[in-house]
């Protein structure tokens, strides 16, 4: 993995690409809910909601998968070497297990009818909130009161 000064067009767009369908199916996740409850008492779900959330949980999937082939093929900035730095990176690390496992829960639950993984599918869920949370207040503290420029990284391409 090189490192570069910032990040490629590709990068950022998978990054916010990644972002919104994230957001997007945590805030209509609860369609989902109604239809595997209808399922498990046998009762066609209504709607389609449902059908677009396993679709966009496995774009999540598929455009995570090639955003962490981006960062081989591509490079990404020289990380910091403060303590601040490295717990960065253990939560941007996080942040793409959690891009892989919620959908991976998600299609073992749903598709693969295995009851179990879903309540960890929401917990995982959850926990990529609280942590997209955490990133983005960083990223904002970064910008604005440490002025050091790091948001605009993820802003303008390199």
């Known amino acids: 993995m090189t490192q570069e000064p910032g990040y490629t067009r590709l990068q950022i767009?998978?990054?916010?690409?990644i972002a919104g369908l994230?957001?997007?199916?945590?805030?209509?996740?609860?369609?989902?809910?109604?239809?595997y409850d209808a399922v498990r008492q046998n009762v066609e779900p209504a709607g389609v909601g449902h059908y677009l959330h396993v679709v966009v949980g496995l774009a999540v999937l598929v455009l995570t998968l090639v955003r962490i082939g981006a960062r081989f093929v591509l490079g990404v900035p020289e990380k910091g070497t403060t303590p601040g730095d490295k717990v960065?990176?253990?939560l941007q690390g996080l942040l793409y297990l959690l891009t892989l496992l919620v959908p991976a829960l998600g299609m073992t639950a749903w598709g693969g009818g295995q009851a179990w993984a879903a309540?960890?599918?929401v917990l995982a869920a959850n926990a990529i909130m609280l942590l997209a949370l955490v990133h983005a207040v960083s990223a904002l503290f970064h910008q604005y009161v440490l002025k050091d420029r790091l948001l605009l990284r993820m802003m303008r391409p390199r």
């Open 13 to 17: 767009t998978l990054h916010w690409a």
């Open 119 to 121: 309540g960890p599918h």
């Open 88 to 90: 960065a990176a253990g």
């Open 22 to 35: 994230v957001l997007f199916n945590y805030i209509f996740g609860e369609t989902m809910e109604r239809a």
